[in-house]
């Protein structure tokens, strides 16, 4: 077996976006707090819709409206932080999480955005003790424990010498995760990334093999199972994988590149 050719690596996993988790679980997120506005309470529940749907702008208006009536409704800041999260402001995202927090210190969806928010910031330390803090509320609080894994890796990546220790804690996290959700597709594509960064290749393929099993669009988990193959020397399956991988996404160029190392891997 020849790998001379290019293989690209795969990339670190970023954030999930832990709102979605917010508007899964719409009756925990909206859950109305004794002596709340009435009109602040259905205005929370219809801005929660309206994000459901993807009208953000309605979103928008139906949690100022809620905060018009209630201005310290932790369920209206963080609906409200959702909808700057979702465009991008992650200064004006995190201000209204925080607060949100501050008036709700056990609000877990509250701690988990704003954790997600910290880690799209490039801030892993704060987002790690957010993220704790919403999973000592509720232990199953999917994205946020998965939020929590890729933090922990990041500063694996950032801190060399403390690189196994956290990576050690990264996986532990991820088990976690598969224990409440084991068709996770991410949990397991995200455990083979730790895998092959590690050199452990098999596990790293089963990984990405499952994840592509569960998710057959993720072209992460396609490109993933095209490199593991590689470096297991079964180079004609690793190419299929990678061809599928630009069935899904043309302009894939990672699996573009390894693509031409898959081919060259059985010269």
Not at 41 to 47: M, T
Not at 78 to 83: K, L, T
Not at 221 to 244: D, F, K, M, S, W
Request: charge should be neutral; proline fraction near 5%.
């Amino acid at each position: 077996m020849r790998v001379s050719a290019p293989l690209r690596a795969p990339a670190l996993p970023g954030p999930a976006l832990v709102a979605a988790a917010a508007l899964a679980v719409l009756s925990a997120a909206c859950a109305v707090r004794a002596r709340i506005h009435p009109r602040a309470a259905e205005e929370v529940r219809r801005g929660y819709e309206y994000l459901r749907s993807g009208d953000a702008e309605r979103a928008e208006v139906a949690f100022e409206h809620a905060l018009a009536f209630d201005p310290d409704c932790p369920e209206a800041l963080n609906g409200a932080g959702i909808v700057e999260r979702t465009r991008g402001d992650l200064p004006e995202a995190r201000r209204r999480f925080e607060r949100a927090v501050r008036l709700q210190p056990d609000f877990a969806e509250g701690h988990a955005n704003l954790g997600e928010t910290f880690l799209a910031m490039g801030r892993a330390g704060a987002a790690e003790a957010e993220l704790e803090a919403a999973l000592r509320v509720d232990p199953d609080l999917a994205d946020a424990r998965q939020n929590l894994a890729r933090a922990l890796l990041r500063r694996g990546v950032d801190d060399p010498e403390g690189r196994e220790r956290l990576w050690a804690r990264a996986r532990r996290a991820y088990l976690h995760l598969l224990e409440a959700e084991p068709e996770r597709a991410a949990a397991h594509a995200d455990l083979a990334f730790l895998d092959y960064s590690q050199g452990r290749f098999a596990a790293a393929e089963r990984g990405w093999a499952r994840a592509a099993e569960l998710d057959p669009r993720s072209f992460e988990a396609l490109h993933g199972l095209c490199i593991a193959r590689v470096r297991l020397g079964r180079c004609a399956e690793a190419a299929r994988a990678c061809e599928r991988c630009l069935e899904v996404n043309p302009a894939a160029e990672a699996c573009r590149t390894s693509l031409r190392g898959a081919l060259a891997c059985g010269e």
